[in-house]
């Protein structure tokens, strides 16, 4: 590309895949599949914001999280907390010795409720909280970590050890947390029943909603400088830094906004599975994260939805005929990706499948370009 | 003396790793528009003298003061925002990114990350990143990926990275390293066009270029100052000859 050519958000090629996808996730899929089928793909699908988060700050700042489950699961958890005080009116919990707590608070002998649940009385804190809590944590471990230039292995290994702690704190303290069941029975959003098959559909449009605005903020940060800068940190890091730019800052930020980003797919998972649970907080849901991302590329937002979509229901299919197949199959994938395709599937398409595409819509492209306004200024597309 | 007078005044420069001193009480002193090489054999604490001054490595003791102001204390992007320019050994650039692309990292505006958020191509930073292409002779490959750039390229490429940033003292270790002589020629003609406004001070090994360009010479051995002065002066110091120049 040119440095004539214009840097918009959006070059007519980008609208296209935009378009495949919004296809197949609004169209093709809702109309091929039963609620229950849909609501799998509902499922999958909040994995896909912790792929982007991943596509993000490992794909192209470099660094790696072993973590993600820890912003998943504290989205999730948020979301959780304000479902299961709703479900816990006093009429419903009328048995307990405590009514209007949660049930596994009045088996834990709790007779109130902690401080910390309070604000999950509230939705608007609520949404908040999904968003700040997770943002809050993962900007104290990049702050500890990231200005104490700690990086690479060691900055892994840290995420992964903070993921095996929250599991254990969440476990450990199962009057405040349900512990090791999670929080369980969930049943309405402000009286509407999330429950039903009706609720199930709208909620995964709810969610494909989400994840194209935030593919869309993703893109926007990294079609910006600031997209550019990680990459050249990820190259170079000392350059970057004797050219006047506080890395550190850049490091945390972009950690900070895929915590955010997988908090999101949290909160959307629990409205649509019903629950949550410590086994999406640990180190392996987080690691399983990291190959969804790599088998779809990680240096594609695209590549790592698709990713995200063609790894679950591989493991859907297999894990009904052969149970016991399937982590051999995973593991078998993710070598496979490492050694021969390190650019995931994103990487394959591009190499065999793209310049066919190209070819078949070049024209349109054109057309497409013509009929959109351009910017005008003389300025390079990424 | 003032500090005043000097762009760059280094007092007492000590370093110790693990109590190996590797710059010793080392003090020299810069002046406006000059251009000063360090020369000293392997080991001698040149780079480390680099690394001090633009906040790589902390000093043990001693005083840095750039135009008045004391670097020892300042944090890296600080030190560059101040007006220092640093060129690695090994050239280091983005090699993922495009010629321009690294021109544009360089550029001095949307440093911080909201910044960055919001950076836009303006025809200044254009004509900016056109002017430094220009050069630093890599105009033709603006679009290229720069890990395509030959050695001497990448070398040009960093340089580039740093004049655009317009330092008022830029700090090169071996800029011709590695280089063609054709490219050395090139190279020499290219620092004395850009030593107009600014202050340079060039680590090298070879003596013609050495003696192509320097105003003045230091020569450091053992983490020490060994000698100064003009090129023939050193040049003709038996301490000199007999650590470095004999061999």
Same mark, same amino acid.
């Given at each position: 590309?040119?440095?004539?050519?214009?840097?918009?958000?959006? +070059?007519?090629?980008?609208?296209?895949?935009?378009?495949?996808?919004?296809?197949?996730?609004?169209?093709?899929?809702?109309?091929?599949?039963?609620?229950?089928?849909?609501?799998?793909?509902?499922?999958?699908?909040?994995?896909?914001?912790?792929?982007?988060?991943?596509?993000?700050?490992?794909?192209?700042?470099?660094?790696?999280?072993?973590?993600?489950?820890?912003?998943?699961?504290?989205?999730?958890?948020?979301?959780?907390?304000?479902?299961?005080?709703?479900?816990?009116?006093?009429?419903? +919990?009328?048995?307990?010795?405590?009514?209007?707590?949660?049930?596994?608070?009045?088996?834990?002998?709790?007779?109130?409720?902690?401080?910390?649940? @309070?604000?999950?009385?509230?939705?608007?804190?609520?949404?908040?909280? %999904?968003?700040?809590?997770?943002?809050?944590?993962?900007?104290?471990?990049?702050?500890?970590?990231?200005?104490?230039?700690?990086?690479?292995?060691?900055?892994?290994?840290?995420?992964?050890?903070?993921?095996?702690?929250?599991?254990?704190?969440?476990?450990?303290?199962?009057?405040?947390?349900?512990?090791?069941?999670?929080?369980?029975?969930?049943?309405?959003?402000?009286?509407?029943?999330?429950?039903?098959?009706?609720?199930?559909?709208?909620?995964?449009?709810?969610?494909?909603?989400?994840?194209?605005?935030?593919?869309?903020?993703?893109?926007?940060?990294? !079609?910006?400088?600031?997209?550019?800068?990680?990459?050249? %940190?990820?190259?170079?890091? @000392?350059?970057?830094?004797?050219?006047?730019?506080?890395?550190?800052?850049?490091?945390?930020?972009?950690?900070?906004?895929?915590?955010?980003?997988?908090?999101?797919?949290?909160?959307?998972?629990?409205?649509?599975?019903?629950?949550?649970?410590?086994?999406?907080?640990?180190?392996?849901?987080?690691?399983?994260?990291?190959?969804?991302?790599?088998?779809?590329?990680?240096?594609?937002?695209?590549?790592?939805?698709?990713?995200?979509?063609?790894?679950?229901?591989?493991? +859907?299919?297999?894990?009904?005929?052969?149970?016991?197949?399937?982590?051999?199959?995973?593991?078998?994938?993710?070598?496979?990706?490492?050694?021969?395709?390190?650019?995931?599937?994103?990487?394959?398409?591009?190499?065999?499948?793209?310049? +066919?595409?190209?070819?078949?819509?070049?024209?349109?492209?054109? !057309?497409?370009?013509?009929?959109?306004?351009?910017?005008?200024?003389?300025? !390079?597309?990424? | 003396?003032?500090?005043?007078?000097?762009?760059?005044?280094?007092?007492?420069?000590?370093?110790? $790793?693990?109590?190996?001193?590797?710059?010793?009480?080392?003090?020299?002193?810069?002046?406006?528009?000059?251009?000063?090489?360090?020369?000293?054999?392997?080991?001698?604490?040149?780079?480390?003298?680099?690394?001090?001054?633009?906040?790589?490595?902390?000093?043990?003791?001693?005083?840095?003061?750039?135009?008045?102001?004391?670097?020892?204390?300042?944090?890296?992007?600080?030190?560059?925002?101040?007006?220092?320019?640093?060129?690695?050994?090994?050239?280091? =650039?983005? &090699?993922?990114?495009?010629? $321009?692309?690294?021109?544009?990292?360089?550029?001095?505006?949307?440093?911080? =990350?909201?910044?960055?958020?919001? $950076?836009?191509?303006?025809?200044?930073?254009?004509?900016?990143?056109?002017?430094?292409?220009?050069?630093?002779?890599?105009?033709?490959?603006?679009?290229?990926?720069?890990?395509?750039?030959?050695?001497?390229?990448?070398?040009?490429? &960093?340089?580039?990275?740093?004049?655009?940033?317009?330092?008022?003292?830029?700090?090169?270790?071996?800029?011709?390293?590695?280089?063609?002589?054709?490219?050395?020629?090139?190279?020499?003609?290219?620092?004395?066009?850009?030593?107009?406004?600014?202050?340079?001070? =060039?680590? &090298?090994?070879?003596?013609?270029?050495?003696?192509?360009?320097?105003?003045? =010479?230091?020569?450091?051995?053992?983490?020490?100052?060994?000698?100064?002065?003009?090129?023939?002066?050193?040049?003709?110091?038996?301490?000199?000859?007999?650590?470095?120049?004999?061999?």
């Amino acid at each position: 590309m040119t440095n004539s050519s214009s840097q918009r958000l959006l +070059t007519p090629k980008e609208i296209g895949s935009y378009a495949f996808l919004a296809l197949i996730l609004l169209v093709v899929l809702p109309m091929s599949m039963d609620v229950f089928r849909l609501n799998l793909v509902g499922k999958y699908l909040s994995y896909t914001f912790v792929a982007m988060s991943l596509v993000l700050c490992w794909g192209y700042g470099g660094i790696l999280s072993l973590g993600q489950g820890i912003f998943f699961g504290l989205g999730g958890y948020c979301m959780a907390m304000f479902l299961k005080l709703e479900a816990s009116s006093p009429e419903n +919990t009328a048995i307990q010795s405590t009514p209007g707590i949660p049930d596994f608070m009045d088996w834990n002998q709790l007779t109130a409720l902690p401080w910390f649940w @309070e604000p999950f009385n509230n939705l608007g804190l609520t949404l908040l909280a %999904v968003v700040l809590v997770p943002g809050l944590f993962a900007f104290v471990i990049a702050l500890a970590m990231f200005k104490r230039r700690v990086g690479g292995v060691y900055f892994a290994i840290i995420t992964q050890a903070v993921a095996a702690i929250l599991t254990i704190l969440i476990v450990g303290s199962q009057g405040m947390t349900g512990g090791i069941n999670g929080i369980t029975d969930l049943r309405t959003l402000l009286g509407w029943d999330i429950r039903t098959d009706d609720a199930k559909f709208i909620l995964y449009f709810v969610c494909v909603f989400f994840l194209f605005a935030c593919l869309l903020l993703c893109q926007f940060i990294l !079609k910006s400088k600031l997209g550019r800068l990680l990459v050249a %940190v990820r190259d170079t890091e @000392e350059r970057v830094r004797f050219s006047g730019y506080n890395v550190d800052n850049f490091k945390i930020f972009v950690f900070t906004f895929a915590a955010m980003l997988s908090a999101i797919g949290g909160a959307m998972f629990t409205l649509q599975v019903g629950f949550m649970s410590p086994s999406f907080v640990g180190i392996v849901p987080s690691i399983e994260m990291v190959i969804f991302c790599a088998v779809g590329g990680r240096l594609s937002l695209f590549g790592a939805v698709y990713g995200v979509l063609l790894v679950n229901f591989a493991k +859907t299919t297999l894990s009904e005929a052969m149970p016991e197949v399937w982590l051999f199959a995973l593991g078998a994938l993710f070598i496979a990706v490492v050694s021969i395709f390190p650019d995931g599937l994103a990487g394959l398409y591009k190499t065999y499948l793209e310049p +066919t595409v190209d070819k078949i819509f070049g024209p349109l492209y054109k !057309k497409f370009k013509q009929i959109l306004p351009s910017r005008g200024s003389a300025v !390079k597309s990424n | 003396m003032s500090d005043k007078d000097f762009v760059l005044a280094v007092e007492g420069l000590t370093v110790s $790793f693990d109590g190996f001193k590797a710059v010793n009480d080392f003090s020299f002193y810069v002046e406006e528009n000059e251009i000063r090489v360090i020369i000293g054999p392997n080991g001698a604490g040149k780079t480390t003298v680099l690394d001090l001054i633009c906040g790589k490595t902390k000093s043990t003791e001693g005083s840095i003061k750039f135009c008045g102001k004391e670097l020892t204390k300042m944090s890296e992007h600080g030190i560059v925002h101040a007006g220092v320019g640093r060129k690695f050994q090994n050239p280091s =650039v983005y &090699e993922d990114l495009t010629v $321009f692309e690294n021109l544009e990292l360089s550029y001095p505006k949307g440093r911080n =990350v909201f910044g960055a958020l919001g $950076f836009k191509r303006s025809q200044e930073v254009l004509d900016a990143i056109q002017e430094t292409a220009e050069m630093v002779f890599l105009v033709e490959m603006l679009d290229q990926s720069a890990a395509l750039l030959s050695h001497g390229q990448k070398q040009w490429l &960093e340089i580039g990275m740093l004049l655009i940033q317009n330092p008022s003292l830029l700090m090169l270790d071996e800029p011709v390293a590695g280089m063609s002589v054709a490219e050395r020629k090139k190279t020499a003609e290219l620092l004395r066009k850009i030593t107009k406004d600014r202050s340079v001070i =060039v680590i &090298e090994h070879d003596m013609n270029f050495v003696a192509d360009i320097a105003n003045r =010479v230091t020569v450091m051995h053992q983490g020490k100052l060994l000698s100064e002065g003009s090129m023939n002066h050193v040049q003709n110091d038996p301490k000199v000859v007999e650590v470095y120049l004999g061999h």
